[in-house]
C-alpha cells in the first residue's frame, strides 16, 4: 500500500465547514442569475416580492400565505414551470438556523442602486457569502 492510499483529516470540522460554505457560495450566485434571468424576460422588471431588507426566502412549493404568514419572501414567479431555477436552494444546515418553511438564504434590493443582494447568514468560520448585481 502506497503512500497516496492514505488521507489525513487534520480538521474534518473545518473541511466540512468550507465544503458547505462552497455550496452556500454556488447557492446565492444561481439564486441571483435566476431573479436575472426573470427580470432580462420582463424587460428589466424584479420580482415583485424582493423586499428593500434582507429577507429569508420560502422552499419552492410553499408559496403564498404559508409564506407571507412566516414573514418570508415568495419567488414562486423564478421557480414556475422551472424556466429559470427548478427549485430554490437550501442551506446546507438547514433546518438548524432556518424558518420551518425557509431555504436560509436572504435576499433584498436596494432602493438606491436597484441591485439585488443575495446572501447566506449561515456561513461558517466567519466567512461572509453574498453576491450583489
Given amino acids: 500500500m502506497g503512500l497516496n492510499a492514505f488521507i489525513i483529516a487534520i480538521n474534518p470540522s473545518k473541511n ?3 465544503t458547505r460554505n462552497a455550496q452556500r ?7 441571483l442569475n435566476s431573479v436575472y434571468q426573470y427580470s432580462l424576460d420582463n424587460n428589466g422588471a424584479l420580482p415583485s416580492t424582493i423586499p428593500t ?6 422552499k419552492t412549493g410553499t408559496a403564498g400565505a404559508t409564506c407571507t404568514s412566516s414573514s418570508l419572501i415568495d419567488l414562486s414567479s423564478v421557480t414556475t414551470s422551472g424556466k429559470y431555477i427548478a427549485s430554490l436552494p ?10 420551518a418553511n425557509g431555504i436560509g438564504y436572504q435576499i433584498m434590493k436596494n432602493t438606491t442602486t436597484g441591485r439585488v443582494t443575495v446572501n447566506a447568514p449561515g456561513a461558517e468560520q466567519s466567512k461572509t457569502i453574498s453576491v450583489t448585481r
Fill in 90 to 99: 437550501i442551506d446546507p444546515s438547514c433546518p438548524t438556523g432556518c424558518n
Fill in 16 to 18: 466540512l465547514g468550507d
Fill in 25 to 31: 457560495q454556488a447557492d446565492v450566485t444561481t439564486i
Fill in 53 to 58: 431588507t434582507a429577507t429569508e426566502m420560502c
